[in-house]
């Protein structure tokens, strides 16, 4: 168990929706990261939050956008959803700025668009 | 963009033979993660690495970090049906972002 939580586990959705993607960090952690991994692209870098403050995107679609709360926890939005958008959406957390700087990961949304 | 080239993309080997996969990047990183992944599950952190030519073990699971900064090689030794999995290397730049640029996995499966 890496200590980051990630809900729901699955969830599965139509075209056109929106749905939000929770994670929680582990204790003590400041900065997110949110990944996509699919079959063709591998496991993708989306967006980095360090304490409540984006730090840093990666492919992230407009469709997708993110926050993260004053308690740490973050969400990841997906709206308009494509069939495309099926993937494997994986959190994880580190201190921050200034190290460690190992990423652990959370056990991931299977994320189903029909 | 960077990218990693992580061979072999799958390995099919006895149980207790030993096993060596690398990671090659097109530019140089600063850090080297090795995660292994179950399916269905997240990747977990095997090993780390942080200075170039570093040799870092963690039980059967040997990781360098190559000179250049450019590439990586895990090995494991005496391998066990429960080391079926995929491995993915990512290097990672601090100091700017901190995001993770992943290959694309070596596959392993173990024959008891």
């Known amino acids: 168990d890496s200590g980051v939580t990630q809900t729901p586990k699955h969830l599965i959705t139509a075209t056109g929706q929106r749905v939000t993607l929770r994670c929680s960090p582990r204790?003590?952690?400041?900065?997110v990261y949110w990944y996509q991994q699919s079959l063709d692209q591998g496991l993708q870098f989306l967006i980095q939050?360090?304490?409540?403050?984006?730090?840093a995107k990666g492919n992230i679609l407009e469709r997708f956008s993110a926050q993260q709360f004053p308690d740490l926890h973050s969400e990841l939005n997906l709206s308009s959803l494509e069939l495309g958008d099926s993937a494997l959406y994986f959190c994880a957390s580190s201190v921050g700025p200034g190290g460690p700087y190992e990423q652990y990961f959370g056990p991931g949304t299977r994320l189903t668009v029909t | 963009g960077q990218q990693l080239n992580q061979s072999p993309q799958s390995m099919f080997i006895q149980e207790g033979e030993d096993v060596s996969m690398n990671c090659t990047s097109s530019s140089i990183f600063n850090t080297w993660l090795w995660y292994k992944q179950d399916p269905g599950e997240g990747p977990v952190l095997l090993i780390a690495l942080y200075k170039a030519g570093e040799l870092t073990s963690n039980g059967r699971l040997t990781a360098q970090f190559g000179i250049t900064r450019k590439d990586s090689f895990l090995n494991i030794s005496a391998s066990i049906p429960s080391d079926v999995g995929i491995y993915f290397c990512?290097?990672?730049?601090?100091?700017?972002?901190?995001?993770?640029?992943f290959g694309k996995g070596t596959l392993l499966t173990v024959n008891p």
């Open positions: 204790s003590g952690d400041l900065s």
């Open positions: 939050y360090y304490n409540g403050e984006e730090r």
């Open positions: 990512a290097g990672q730049l601090t100091g700017s972002n901190y995001k993770l640029t």
